[in-house]
Nanobody
């Protein structure tokens, strides 16, 4: 099993930047692909970004492509989401998630989830 704890959320103005962190403990971190998802009030949880176990491949939802970057440090057991040029539409609770083997965009395939961290972008 893997335990995940997110941090780094907060209030930021339009056009600003944030770095989210997710620290993993428990099972061997590099056995897991990692993903970031988000959920805005009244909306379903949606895929944001995912990264492979080695970190050599990643994917993004179209709305964050070019603005967000996912990265991982297997030695530290952590995954990060670098967010820039933020808009009010990015306001949501952000969750990191882990799944064995292959990274995907499907939330139901992720076995382990953090508690979430709130990101609020003010205009």
């Amino acid at each position: 099993q893997v335990q995940l704890v997110e941090s780094g959320g907060g209030l930021v103005q339009v056009g600003g930047s944030l770095r989210l962190s997710c620290a993993a403990t428990g099972d061997t971190f590099h056995n897991y692909a990692m993903g970031w998802f988000r959920q805005a009030p009244g909306k379903e949880r949606e895929f944001v970004a995912a990264i492979s176990r080695s970190g050599d491949s990643d994917s993004y939802t179209d709305s964050v492509q070019g603005r967000f970057t996912i990265a991982r440090d297997n030695a530290r057991g952590s995954v990060y989401l670098y967010m820039s040029n933020l808009t009010p539409e990015d306001t949501a609770v952000y969750y990191c998630a882990a799944k064995p083997w292959i990274a995907t965009r499907i939330a139901l395939e992720y076995a382990y989830w953090g508690q979430g961290t709130q990101v609020t972008v003010s205009s």
